[in-house]
């Protein structure tokens, strides 16, 4: 029963959108949304922010919003990887701009005139996960290493993600 609206600027993935989802999908950009102002009550940024003016994009979405705004976008890296020199894969898109911190994010609500109602890391990927996908080879020595890893190292998260909910204030 839901109206759902589907905007990207590259034509590829809006003709796949329309052969394959129910909804109206059009081309455009997030930083000009051409949509009316109130036009929905909830408008979804899913890894949308890193790849433009993430400011002028999340006003766009409070313009055309009457409620509330849904975002994910991708975290920094741990330090601890970044110092192994382990990155996540997302990383490696060229079309990021860049990644985000909590203090960062946070400031960026802020300045979009935007209400933080909630923060949360998502997409976690284990440390016996990522330093297993360092080795190439047969399964056996990758689960010989995974099993180091594990004996070596407690359990440890390092999530990829942050998801948000914002609301006008």
Not at 22 to 39: Q, V, Y
Not at 106 to 127: D, R, S, T
């Amino acid at each position: 029963g839901y109206k759902v609206w589907g905007l990207d600027f590259v034509e590829k993935f809006i003709a796949n959108a329309k052969k394959n989802k129910k909804g109206n999908f059009i081309k455009g950009r997030a930083e000009k949304l051409p949509f009316e102002d109130n036009s929905f009550d909830t408008v979804f940024l899913f890894d949308i922010l890193e790849h433009g003016d993430d400011k002028k994009i999340l006003q766009q979405a409070k313009r055309v919003t009457c409620k509330r705004i849904i975002v994910i976008v991708p975290r920094m890296v741990d330090k601890e990887l970044e110092q192994s020199g382990v990155i996540f894969r997302h990383y490696l898109d060229k079309s990021h701009l860049r990644e985000y911190s909590e203090d960062g994010l946070k400031n960026l609500v802020k300045e979009a005139g935007l209400k933080l109602v909630y923060m949360q890391k998502v997409h976690p990927l284990y440390n016996e996960t990522v330093f297993t996908a360092l080795f190439s080879g047969n399964v056996l020595l990758k689960k010989i290493v995974r099993k180091l890893v594990l004996w070596l190292l407690p359990k440890k998260k390092y999530y990829t993600e942050y998801f948000l909910v914002l609301d006008k204030q």
